[in-house]
């Protein structure tokens, strides 16, 4: 038996990359896993959502809800990149992202809150990045963005606290999916930039999907009762470390 035996859980942008690396761990320790994307995403229950728009995501939350009966964790994933300097970056960029990685989440979880309110072990986890607190190279627009989704977990978790539901978020560094690896090809050299990329962590390598996966499932626990409000971050010591070579 495990502790996510018998719930629900929703993951957005489950069908690659971190988000896939997540619904994979959950079904594997027994959750029931609904993946909300703008493709399909085999093997788990799959309903085509767009988190930029509200009306998809009403539509697909209250399809999980019918099929399942219940919805106990959200996980916040969805998201896209924007490389640029502000001046490199269009109002039309602005809006795009902002929507997607910002309001996107907040139209997940309050679609979900109704379900949450009635769930024993309620939990959202919101996907962030170190970028949120620490000034990166020609990622205005990116960075933006996450310190947002920092602010609203903090908001989020201190508004439905007294309701039961737990809200916390994961700040990876860089990690090595097929994301990251499109986002490479846009540079002059995608080389230097991998290998700058992976020389930017302590330990000399991008961050897997598997361990902020991990990440997720202990924030995601019932186990993990009283913890809320929290950042977690996952970035191979780049936030802290300051290692000589």
């Not at 085999?42 to 728009?53: C, K």
């Not at 205005?140 to 539901?165: K, P, R």
Request: charged share 20%; hydrophobic share 45%.
């Amino acid at each position: 038996m495990s502790e996510f035996d018998g719930l629900v859980a929703v993951v957005t942008g489950g069908a690659s990359g971190i988000g896939k690396a997540v619904a994979t761990r959950l079904a594997e320790q027994g959750a029931t896993v609904a993946v909300l994307d703008v493709q399909p995403a085999e093997p788990f229950a799959s309903f085509v959502a767009d988190v930029g728009d509200r009306a998809s995501v009403d539509a697909a939350i209250s399809a999980v809800a019918a099929r399942f009966g219940r919805i106990d964790i959200v996980v916040n994933n969805a998201g896209i990149s924007a490389v640029g300097t502000v001046e490199e970056t269009s109002d039309e960029d602005w809006a795009r992202v902002l929507n997607i990685n910002v309001t996107g989440m907040a139209r997940v979880t309050a679609a979900a809150l109704p379900w949450l309110r009635r769930s024993p072990s309620a939990s959202v986890v919101n996907l962030c990045s170190i970028a949120a607190l620490n000034g990166l190279p020609r990622r205005a627009l990116y960075s933006a963005s996450n310190g947002a989704v920092l602010g609203l977990t903090y908001a989020m978790a201190t508004d439905h606290v007294g309701e039961g539901i737990r809200v916390n978020c994961v700040s990876p560094d860089t990690v090595a999916t097929d994301f990251v690896e499109r986002m490479l090809a846009g540079f002059e050299d995608p080389d230097a930039e991998r290998a700058a990329l992976n020389a930017r962590q302590a330990t000399g390598r991008m961050v897997t999907p598997g361990e902020v996966a991990g990440a997720v499932l202990y924030l995601a626990s019932p186990l993990s009762g009283s913890t809320t409000g929290t950042a977690l971050e996952v970035d191979g010591g780049v936030s802290h470390l300051r290692t000589r070579r």
